[in-house]
């Protein structure tokens, strides 16, 4: 595992060169959906700190126990949530993630406005954008995009922080990817997360701050458990 940990690294750092852009400037999100927290734990030995989950529960059963077994030393992990996320999960989610990247319609916006004041804490919020407008993906269709980061920047102010795309897993991904960026870029969001096993280096030469790579790191998921991107948290 840590050697291909090392080889995507290495990767994102010669895409982040070809493209000209500053050393440091793509986040990799480990994607360690469906992997025991053994296997987290060998990444986090290996250096790496962001990890990205796509079900609430999962993520609560891995990462505060990571997090204790650390100790107060170590410099910290921090947790992406990249799935669909179901209303009722709001408060879990917003006690456990360092980052929320798939708020996707005004009612899941309002669920965390209200768990946000419950639990007295509100993480960095992305929001999903479906960019092909695929019927069956998540994600705010691109046309109501603009108005509802309108919304999310008025309520959630700095703690919206920039958008997340899947984009169709036929085609030439650069186009959305594109889109993606000039639409965070309109909107002075600094963060775009974009780019996964198949893209991630194609989606740096096209402005991804983060990317979000899962099973050229961890290997191929079990077909069964959360295999698919985006599925219900
Ligand atoms: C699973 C998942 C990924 C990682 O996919 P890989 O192809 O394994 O790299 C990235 N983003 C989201 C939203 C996912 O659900």
Redesign the pocket.
Known sequence: MSARLYEVQARIAEAVARAGRAPGSVTLVA?S?THPVEVVREAVDAGQAVF?E?RVQEAAAKFPMLRASLGPAHPGLAVHL??GLQTNKARDAVRLADVIESLDRPRLADALADAASKEGRLPRLLIQVNVGDEPQKAGVPRAEADAFIRDCRARFGGALAGLMC?PPAEGDPALHFDWLAACAAHHGLATVSMG???DYECAIAHGATHV?????IFGVRAAAAGSS??GPA
């Open positions: 994607v959906k990205g796509n990249i799935g899947i996964m096993s198949g979000r790579v899962g099973s050229a991107a985006g």
